[in-house]
């Protein structure tokens, strides 16, 4: 099966779709988390940062840098025009998770490099939250559960298995 051919702007937009969902009490509540909805700004700028991750991970691996010249500015530029409608977030919320991006794509990329798995970068994430005061000890199986169900790993591999990077029209 031949891939189908994808501008930078398509690609993008092909991506954004995958980000998680907007965190919501009733949401927090199904995976046994709703202790959490008063760090709910927090936990959001953990999976996004995690999905940003695994979509510069994949940028990387099938375009390796055109990728992240022609795709992520269009993918960044999304988010952040989603940051506050769909996510509730402050501007001052978007100038942290820029700020923390490259720490936390370093200790991501660490697992990821010593061999982890998604599951073993999400454990990382959520040993992240819990030393800085977001989560404790025992959301940890019901923060992984969540970030497995949120972060399409699988579905954004898929993308760059499906499509074809080509220049725009």
């Known amino acids: 099966m031949s891939k189908q051919p994808a501008t930078p702007t398509q690609l993008a937009d092909l991506l954004v ?48 840098g055109i990728g992240d010249v022609l795709v992520l500015p269009e993918v960044r530029r999304h988010l952040c025009a ?18 923390e991006l490259p720490d936390r794509f370093r200790d991501y990329l660490r697992v990821k490099e010593g ?14 939250l819990e030393a800085n005061w977001v989560a404790r000890p025992e959301d940890q199986p019901n923060l992984l559960a969540l970030m497995i169900d949120l972060i399409p790993t699988e579905a954004i591999g898929q993308v760059f298995q499906d499509y074809e990077l080509v220049a725009s029209s």
């Open 17 to 64: 779709v995958l980000f998680p969902p907007p965190l919501t009490p009733v949401l927090l509540e199904e995976y046994g988390l709703n202790q959490l909805t008063p760090k709910t700004a927090e936990l959001t700028r953990e999976l996004l940062a995690l999905s940003l991750f695994w979509m510069v991970s994949a940028l990387e691996a099938h375009y390796r």
């Open 82 to 99: 989603r940051w506050m409608t769909a996510y509730g977030m402050q501007d001052a919320d978007w100038e942290r998770f820029q700020a």
């Open 115 to 128: 061999g982890g798995s998604a599951v073993a970068v999400f454990s990382e994430a959520g040993m992240y």
